[in-house]
């Protein structure tokens, strides 16, 4: 059974994408090369998951891969 993911309020958007970039700040500035890497790879998850499927998936099928992909890459770093 899949796993279905909450929308995503524009308030938590925000608030989790702020913490996101904090948190990439510093990484950056301790100089942690290996975790900057993973979390940009999750924001490339993110980003892809926007992306793909070329039209073969339903609407609310690619809703819930942009929800995974921000519930499971971009909050739970």
């Known amino acids: 059974m899949k796993t279905k993911y909450p929308k995503i309020t524009l308030s938590e958007k925000v608030f989790y994408m ?5 948190q990439l700040c510093l ?10 890497q993973e979390m940009l ?17 339903t609407s609310a099928e690619q809703e819930q891969l942009i ?11």
């Open 18 to 22: 702020e913490k996101f970039l904090h």
């Open 27 to 36: 990484v950056y500035q301790v100089g942690n090369t290996a975790k900057i």
């Open 41 to 57: 790879s999750n924001v490339e998850m993110w980003s892809y998951a926007h992306r793909c499927g070329n039209g073969a998936l």
């Open 67 to 77: 929800r995974a992909a921000f519930w499971n890459n971009i909050v739970n770093i």
